[in-house]
């Protein structure tokens, strides 16, 4: 087990719902720390260079029409085994398959919008939070 980052995303179905707390709470009881917020509303441009390995999906334009609907809640997450950890809490991509207790089962409506987004390894979590924190240090 080593500490880890991630990136998480509090999506904008999550916040227009007034999930934001709830959800921060989860990951806080998870034991994880968060280790730096944005709120911000994304850009087309930032939306399509966020989800740019997904562009030739046949879901890429919902994907960014979805994600640049409202604001967002944008985190980095530090703890052991933090991304494992953070997806676990997710749940599946799908809420349909999400486990009980999980943030997709408890707050996410279907596929598309899932509530959250969480890197899927170290490379992609490094790629993220520079993505959103460039100038960022502990
Ligand atoms: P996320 O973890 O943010 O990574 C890619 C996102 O694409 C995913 O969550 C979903 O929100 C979205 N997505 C994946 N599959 C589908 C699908 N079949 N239809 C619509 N959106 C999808």
Known sequence: MAVERTLSIIKPDAVEKQHIGAIL??????????????????????????????????FFGEL?????????????????DAIAKYRELMGATNPANAAEGTIRKLYAKDVGENAVHGSDGPD?????????FPGYEV
């Open 25 to 58: 709470a989860l990951v806080e009881r998870a034991g994880l720390s968060i280790k730096a917020m944005r709120m911000l509303h994304l850009t087309r441009p930032m939306a399509e260079g966020f989800y740019a390995v997904h562009k030739e999906r046949p």
């Open 64 to 80: 960014v029409e979805f994600m640049t609907r409202g604001p967002v809640v944008v985190s980095v997450l530090e703890g052991q």
């Open 124 to 132: 992609t979590a490094a790629t993220e939070i520079r993505y959103f």
